[in-house]
């Protein structure tokens, strides 16, 4: 590792220099001559985009005449995948102008924001005005529009992944006209989760409900027997519980499990089915500082300042590490988390650590939860492309009896053709990205694979 701390302390805001200097540009005035070719990289650096001209709308009006007027495209947002979903052969669109919250509904209890809006754009704000979101992701920077077009995070055994709390979204569609899809119409389950096929994003309403605080406690050296005969029982000591482990000693390295305070909960112990209270705040690899991470040790605070692994006030540095993340059913969860173990000598030398989570079920067409409560097990890679690459395809068949799903936006490399049978509602799913988008327009080498290839 080139870094001593896996998140380090940053005062740059999320919009800012997280990101790489973008050309800023107006379809109105500005040619498609007058752009110069840059060179981007995503957040973890191991990636870097084809996309010839890059562009900048300042807002929805501008979005659109760009989609209208320019030919293959994609939206880009945090920068947060780690492989080429939001790639480009021609153009990519940046929304990080489309930031703002749009309005609040305290009637119908909704939020709506730009799509470029971050989740640490809004959260202590919404918190504020006396209202929560249902979850949040470990980090905050990211995109509200990225990570559900992604299915992005679950934690808690009744908490399903971000998409779940979409109202509906507006979408820009290769015409430049907007469509608002809500929960009442019939393409939402597949647009949602749309991967990016269907349009670009431009707006997105989100269910919200009354503000809660939420205490953390961590626990150290789950011994990995109790994995085994409590599983149940331990995911469901909390609103949001978390497995830390680097696969090695038999056991899990913490456990972090986060409980609203509304619930009433109760003091745990220092003995947590064989693991120890921890005694100060601790970082997920616990030889690094916590000084980034949220506040432990029953120490309640706001739902944004405690449901994320790390700090609202901080941001990730610039990446190096790698992620993959496989969802298996619930019901399956102890086999294959003993499946991946026997696995932890050729994993654990390229490993920073694993996240072990629960997610519940949901509705979309293309999330990996779809109608069935899951487990994530999440790898945060050292930034060994090769030997990481090497690793993936014996971890996924290992995985493969209880069929496995990767992340959109993380490694892996599980085959197009495995992919289209796992998803029950593949077939619909293409026909409907087909007809928004016949020509093309957004499609590019990751759909193409991915999605497009039979």
Known sequence: MKRKDFIKTSSVLFAGSLLSPYLACSPQNTTKEDLQEIVRKNWAGNYTYQAKKLYEPTSVEELQNLIKSI?????????HCFNNIADSPENQISTKNLN?????DEENKTLTVEAGARYGNFSEELYQKGYALHNLASLPHITVAGACATATHGSGVNNGNLATSVVAIELIKPSGELAKIDRNHPDFPAVVVGLGAFGIISKVTLEIQNAFD????????LPLSSVENSFDEIMSSGYS?????????????EVWIKRRMD?????????????????????PIVELSAEACSAQMGVPGPWYDRLPHFKMGFTPSAGEELQSEYFI?????????????????EINPHLMITEIRTIAADSFWMSPCYQQDSIAIHFTWK???KEVMETLPKIEEVLAPFGVKPHWGKLFTISPALLHVLYEKFP??????????PEGKFRNSYLDLNIYKM
């Not at 619930?263 to 970082?283: S, V």
């Not at 619909?428 to 988008?437: K, M, R």
């Open 329 to 345: 059913p619930k019901e399956h969860a102890v086999a294959a988390i003993m499946a991946v173990e026997k696995l932890k000598e």
């Open 214 to 221: 939420v205490r953390q406690d961590v626990f150290q050296d």
């Open 383 to 385: 930034p060994k492309t």
């Open 428 to 437: 619909e799913f293409l026909a409907l990205a087909n007809s928004y988008d």
């Open 241 to 253: 519980v978390s497995l830390f482990t680097d696969w090695m000693d038999k056991k899990v390295s």
């Open 100 to 104: 703002q919250i749009v309005s609040l």
């Open 263 to 283: 619930t009433n909960p109760q003091e745990l112990g220092d003995d947590f089915y064989g693991a120890k209270a921890a005694t100060k705040d601790l970082h």
């Open 71 to 79: 030919n293959k495209q994609k939206a880009l947002g945090s920068r």
